[in-house]
Antibody, heavy 122, light 113 residues
Framework: EVQLVQSGTEVKKPGQSLKISCKAS????????IGWVRQMPGKGLEWMGIIYPPDSDARYSPSFQGQVTISVDTSISTAYLQWRSLKASDTAIYFCARHVAVGIAQGWFDPWGQGTLVTVSS | DIVVTQSPDSLAVSLGGRATINCKSS????????????LAWYQQKPGQPPKLLLYWASTRESGVPDRFSGSGSGTDFTLTITSLQAEDVAVYYCQQYYTAPYSFGQGTKLEIK
């Protein structure tokens, strides 16, 4: 069974750094892109970006470029989403998901992790 | 960037009834090389992550009931749910994967009338 298991809830202060994780199992990690999606409180889904594990080729939405870093550790089949300096507006649930690519990087997300709630508050 | 807009924002349908959700992209997502529409649909139930329902606009993911169907081409798409059941209460999202960033619609909340 393909599974993505994300790290737990985080409560941080503005200006702090954070790295959340997404551990994949049940498939060959290096055969699929993996991505991240933001869901702000009570809002819809926002596509943040994807990464190709074999070479760490990362594609970001312009809305998130420079704001976050997506990375992977293929030795432990884990993807990461990282912030250097959090803002209150980063408060959201963050989902990782396996990206089923059908072109160079085109594709849909399936399955999804359970989500990581990040709260940024002073 | 391609903007994806869903309508309505919410709807209420009787048990056993039919729900129709529309999705419109600001540019065509029909790829001329393969004649496929690069559009997916997801279902998100309260407190859960999204779940893939359909891809290529009309291909059901394994295990998805045939009550769920997708149609449309180019810029206009529809998700239809027939014989509505209580377990179908959720927010439904469409997503284009034609051009990065692979944007989602704003979501349509489906409730029971």
């Amino acid at each position: 069974e393909v599974q993505l298991v994300q790290s737990g809830t985080e409560v941080k202060k503005p200006g702090q750094s954070l790295k959340i994780s997404c551990k994949a199992s049940g498939y060959t990690f290096t055969n699929y892109w993996i991505g991240w999606v933001r869901q702000m409180p009570g809002k819809g889904l926002e596509w943040m970006g994807i990464i190709y594990p074999p070479d760490s080729d990362a594609r970001y939405s312009p809305s998130f470029q420079g704001q976050v870093t997506i990375s992977v550790d293929t030795s432990i089949s884990t993807a990461y989403l990282q912030w250097r300096s959090l803002k209150a507006s980063d408060t959201a649930i963050y989902f990782c998901a396996r990206h089923v690519a059908v072109g160079i990087a085109q594709g849909w997300f399936d399955p999804w992790g359970q989500g990581t709630l990040v709260t940024v508050s002073s | 960037d391609i903007v994806v807009t869903q309508s309505p924002d919410s709807l209420a349908v009787s048990l056993g009834g039919r729900a129709t959700i529309n999705c419109k992209s600001s540019q065509s997502v029909l790829h001329s090389s393969n004649n496929d529409n690069y559009l997916a649909w997801y279902q998100q139930k309260p407190g859960q992550p999204p779940k893939l329902l359909l891809y290529w606009a009309s291909t059901r993911e394994s295990g998805v009931p045939d009550r769920f169907s997708g149609s449309g081409s180019g810029t206009d798409f529809t998700l239809t749910i027939t014989s509505l059941q209580a377990e179908d209460v959720a927010v439904y999202y469409c997503q284009q994967y034609y051009t990065a960033p692979y944007s989602f619609g704003q979501g349509t909340k489906l409730e029971i009338k």
